[in-house]
């Protein structure tokens, strides 16, 4: 069993900083992949960023350069690093995770996809005014 938890979100201006983070309780093997997906009403999820556990990362053009994301594999815990927020970045972010040692190697080869992660954090919602 695999329970995230994510925090950070809030509101803030455009230009403005957040830092989300999220915290996997493991109870029976690890989530070697973690990302972000973000979603807002009546659109899609769409990918934001994911980390391997040996380093590798993927960003959707959307966020490169403005978000850095990063992972704690010892605390198990993944964080999104944003700065320079535009109003296009408001949605709900979601924290995923995936135990496969190949979730991580598909998405960084063939793009995001929300079907090869197996867990899900609740969502925390950013909202950055203009």
């Known amino acids: 069993q695999v329970q995230l938890m994510e925090s950070g979100g809030g509101s803030v201006q455009s230009g403005g900083s957040l830092r989300l983070s999220c915290v996997a309780s493991?109870?029976?093997?690890?989530?070697?992949?973690m990302g972000w997906f973000r979603q807002v009403p009546g659109k899609e999820r769409e990918g934001v960023a994911v980390?391997?556990?040996?380093?590798?990362?993927t960003y959707s053009d959307a966020v490169k350069g403005r978000f850095t994301i990063s992972q704690d594999v010892a605390t198990k815990t993944v964080y999104l690093q944003m700065n320079n927020l535009k109003p296009e970045d408001t949605a709900m972010y979601y924290c995923?995770?995936?135990?496969?040692?190949?979730?991580?190697?598909?998405?960084?080869?063939?793009?995001?996809?929300?079907?090869?992660?197996?867990?899900w954090g609740q969502g925390t919602q950013v909202t950055v005014s203009s």
């Open positions: 995923a995770a995936d135990p496969s040692p190949m979730t991580c190697t598909t998405v960084h080869s063939r793009g995001f996809n929300m079907e090869l992660f197996g867990y």
């Open positions: 493991v109870y029976d093997y690890d989530s070697r992949c």
């Open positions: 980390t391997d556990s040996n380093g590798p990362t």
